[in-house]
Nanobody
Framework: QVQLVESGGGLVQAGGSLRLSCTASGSTFSIDAMGWYRQAPGKQRELVAAISDGGRLKYTDSVKGRFTISRDGAKNRVSLQMNSAKPDDTAVYFC????????????????WGQGTQVTVSS
């Protein structure tokens, strides 16, 4: 079992910055990838960013150039640095962890945090 503990959500003005952090504990040997999903009101859940131990990266197009994901493998910690925040970034953000499936170039996330609210005001 892997537990994910999130922090850093809150309210930020448009154009501002926010940093989300997540630490994995438990059977962390079983994961080699971590990332962040978000779900905005009335919208589908979306993978925002993900990173594998091998350096594979994925960002959804809408955050490229604004958000940066980083992972500290030794501490099983992942952060999402959110810069130039937009009101459309408002969502519940979920830390996630799992495996990178190289055969399909796919992040298979099987563990989830509780979610943290990010609100960007205009």
């Amino acid at each position: 079992q892997v537990q994910l503990v999130e922090s850093g959500g809150g309210l930020v003005q448009a154009g501002g910055s926010l940093r989300l952090s997540c630490t994995a504990s438990g059977s962390t040997f079983s994961i080699d990838a971590m990332g962040w999903y978000r779900q905005a009101p009335g919208k589908q859940r979306e993978l925002v960013a993900a990173i594998s131990d091998g350096g594979r990266l994925k960002y959804t197009d809408s955050v490229k150039g604004r958000f940066t994901i980083s992972r500290d493998g030794a501490k099983n910690r992942v952060s999402l640095q959110m810069n130039s925040a937009k009101p459309d970034d408002t969502a519940v953000y979920f830390c996630c962890a799992g495996r990178y499936a190289s055969s399909a170039a796919y992040f298979s996330m099987t563990y989830w945090g509780q979610g943290t609210q990010v609100t960007v005001s205009s």
